[in-house]
Structure formats: structure tokens, C-alpha cells
């Protein structure tokens, strides 16, 4: 559990993971990698929109300011829509590597806004001196090693958005 120092390290280790995933999709031709590419990226993302939401978020709202933290949770919405979809889906679809490309230019986007220095969520939450970031990291890498299990042990259901709804016609 040292491996990441706080809550905060955590989190950028998984940005770093899944950023350097993308960079492998966009590399890759082939269905059958482009789609355990794209389900590797989508599981990641999943495992870590749960622990932020789940445990992260709560933990700071009402100490940062509320506009971050439901942009956050809308900005993970869009994800969650996408990632259902790419996970619906196949390479060979219409739109299929068009979607796994705004999601990353969507998650590229969340990642700034959250590591963004002085005025980003992350720089927010390190000036809250009564939130324990290793209490936390602590919390996040348990739920994490939840996640893990239960995509090893059938797979996880789908992304839950929180903040937006969807309409059906």
C-alpha cells in the first residue's frame, strides 16, 4: 500500500496508466487488440471513477468548492456513456475508434481539470488539512481491490451515471 504515497498519488497513477493505454490503442490495428485494448481502458476507468465518486469526492465536498466537484461528477457521466458503449460494441462498428478517441480527449480533459496546479481539484484538496489523504489511498486501494475481483470473477455491470440522466424517447 506505500507504493503511492497518499489518496492523491494514487489517483494520478491511475490518470498515467490510462493515458499511456490510449496511446497503445491509437497504435494498434487488428480487432481482436483493438477490442482488449479498449476493454482494458474501459475496466480501468470504471474501477476509477468508482473509488473517486465512491470515496475521493465525498470526502471533500463542502471543503472545495462545489462547482469542481459536480463538473467532476457530470464529466464522469460523459465517460460512463461512452465506455457503455465502446464496451457494447466492436472495432469492426461505425463510430467505434471515434468513440474511444473522445473518450480520451474527454478523460485527458477531466485529468487536467483535476491536476491543474494551484487551482485544480487535486491542489484544492492538498490545502484541506482535515481530510486524511492516507486514511484515504488506504479506503480507495481496498474498494480498488474489490473492483478487480469482481471484473476478474465475471466482469463489472455497467457504468452508473450520477449526475446525468438519461432520456429515452
Do not use: W
Not at 14 to 23: S, T
Amino acid at each position: 500500500m506505500a507504493e503511492f504515497t497518499d489518496a492523491i498519488a494514487l489517483l494520478k497513477a491511475d490518470h498515467r496508466k490510462v493515458e499511456k493505454l490510449f496511446e497503445q490503442y491509437e497504435g494498434t490495428s487488428g480487432t481482436a487488440a483493438k477490442k482488449k485494448l479498449a476493454h482494458q481502458i474501459c475496466v480501468e476507468l470504471k474501477i476509477h471513477t468508482a473509488i473517486e465518486e465512491e470515496i475521493f469526492y465525498p470526502a471533500y465536498r463542502g471543503k472545495i468548492e462545489d462547482d469542481t466537484l459536480d463538473e467532476a461528477y457530470v464529466e464522469h457521466d460523459g465517460a460512463k456513456v461512452l465506455i457503455n458503449d465502446i464496451e457494447a460494441g466492436s472495432p469492426e462498428d461505425d463510430f467505434y475508434d471515434a468513440k474511444v478517441k473522445v473518450l480520451s480527449e474527454e478523460i485527458t480533459h477531466h485529468v487536467h481539470e483535476e491536476e491543474m496546479p494551484s487551482e485544480g481539484m487535486f491542489a484544492q484538496c492538498r490545502k484541506v488539512e482535515d481530510v486524511d489523504l492516507v486514511a484515504l489511498r488506504d479506503a480507495m486501494l481496498a474498494r480498488k481491490e474489490e473492483l478487480m475481483a469482481q471484473e476478474e470473477s465475471g466482469g463489472l455491470p455497467l457504468a452508473e451515471p450520477r449526475a446525468v440522466k438519461l432520456v429515452t424517447a
